[in-house]
């Protein structure tokens, strides 16, 4: 019988500059409709969102047709995919040293660490982040990685699968989950309301984790996926000529919502859950969540701080959350997370905290 497995600890990382309330600014003036700058202004005020941080932008640099210290965003000219791939490889591995600092491995725990999982949907290049984790921490050369593409804001459920999957077949080895998005590389010049509010949502961010058998953190009880029929158009991603293009539908909470609460008694378990690791997409997605399986006021403030804190980080975010209500939870609390992306698909991981405190 295959033992159990835990995610020990987690950290998290972002750039310093907050450009939120830059991008706010910048995004106003590029909509040319008085009635989109108008709605588009009072959705900044309802989204939730304080603060969202780009190593693209530099506090105290930015005017009214200049947000960002590349000039890479200027009227007529946005740049080409391949600059912002140029960029993502100077900045991602900058960003992921950072969470990996924090999550401070012992000379033990490296020597343990046979597998390193990356999720990304906002850059590549090769040799990639998983060469550049290896060579940082001075991993053995023979260690196995694995790399999560494009799968979007629920790929770290899909890396935390994949790890446990992992440590039950090699129960000695551990596993490094590194999760690292650099969303505001793609902004698009747009005069779609839609398309320029989806931009208002994403901000970078990274965070790396310990997967093993030692009794530490949470154990990762189960995985399940639940993808929603007839919403595939509902969340698109795809590379185009000036960057990546997204498509993210205003219905995506409602069928997310309907989704939940169809399937309802599978997450709640009569009451005995207590612990949710809501993956932030949106204050409306939170919001269609907790009416859904009809949560308590409270249940999903770890989501919305880091919602308030850091926007939506694709992949990275959910990992966010649970490193944020590790640090208050109990020991033996039962909890579910999830995050929902392209597909449309809920990903889904029911947890216990652990005995000993992470």
Known sequence: MAGKVYLERIATATFDSDVHDAFVGYAHGMLQQERSRTLFLRMAERSGIAARYSPLFVDGTHGPSDVDAYGLYRAGSFPATARRMELYKQFAPVLMRRALDRLALSAEERQRIRHVIVTSCTGFYAPGLDFDAVDYLGLDASVERTMIGFMGCYAAMNALKQARHIVR???????????????????????????????????????????????????????????????????????????????????????????????????????????????????????????????????????????????????????????????????????????????????TMQFVTASKAV
């Open 169 to 347: 077949s090699e129960p000695d080895d551990s596993v490094l989950v590194i999760n690292l998005e650099i969303c505001t590389l793609h902004l698009q010049e747009s005069q779609d309301l839609g398309e320029v509010l989806s931009f208002l949502v994403f901000g970078d961010g990274c965070a790396a984790s310990l997967v093993s058998g030692r009794e530490s953190g949470i154990e990762l009880e189960s995985f399940r996926a639940i993808r929603l029929e007839n919403t595939a158009d509902l969340i698109t991603w795809d590379i185009g000529d000036q960057g990546f293009d997204m498509v993210l539908s205003g219905q995506v909470p409602t069928a997310v919502g309907q989704a939940l609460q169809a399937h309802r008694e599978d997450f709640v378990r009569g009451g005995t859950v207590r612990l949710w690791a809501v993956h932030p997409g949106g204050r409306s997605v939170l919001d269609a969540v907790e009416e859904a399986l009809a949560l308590p006021a409270d249940a999903l403030k770890a989501s919305r701080e880091v919602l308030r804190q850091f926007g939506n980080m694709s992949s990275a975010t959910v990992m966010f959350v649970l490193e944020s209500m590790l640090q208050t939870a109990g020991a033996g609390e039962r909890g579910c997370a999830m995050a929902f992306g392209p597909g449309l698909t809920a990903e």
